[in-house]
Nanobody, 120 residues
């Protein structure tokens, strides 16, 4: 069973930075893509950004220019660098990985989440 373990969340003032880490129990190249999602209280979980196997990244409009996804293949770890944080970035952040099983079928894996709180 694939395990994704997030870390790095915490409390930060508006304008500050945090870096989240997602350590996978398997080679991250085995995943079609890996992503970061977040869920604020009373809201649906939303995509923050993702990185494909070929390294191409994409981001939600709300975080473009402020957040960056990177990976360390040797450590099987994906990072989310968050700069210029705003109170509206407050949420539980989840790591996600998608693996193709066969054809178009895929398995999706989730981490346990890490809380990010941005104070004004």
């Amino acid at each position: 069973q694939v395990q994704l373990v997030e870390s790095g969340g915490g409390l930060v003032q508006a304008g500050g930075s945090l870096r989240l880490s997602c350590a996978a129990s398997e080679n991250i190249f085995s995943f079609k893509n890996m992503g970061w999602y977040r869920q604020a209280p009373g809201k649906q979980r939303e995509l923050v950004g993702s990185i494909a196997r070929d390294g191409i990244t994409n981001y939600a409009d709300s975080v473009k220019g402020r957040f960056t996804i990177a990976r360390d293949i040797a450590k099987n770890t994906v990072y989310l660098q968050m700069n210029s944080l705003r109170p509206e970035d407050t949420a539980v952040y989840y790591c996600n990985a998608v693996r193709i099983v066969i054809g178009t079928a895929s398995n999706t894996y989730w981490g346990q989440g890490t809380q990010v709180t941005v104070s004004s």
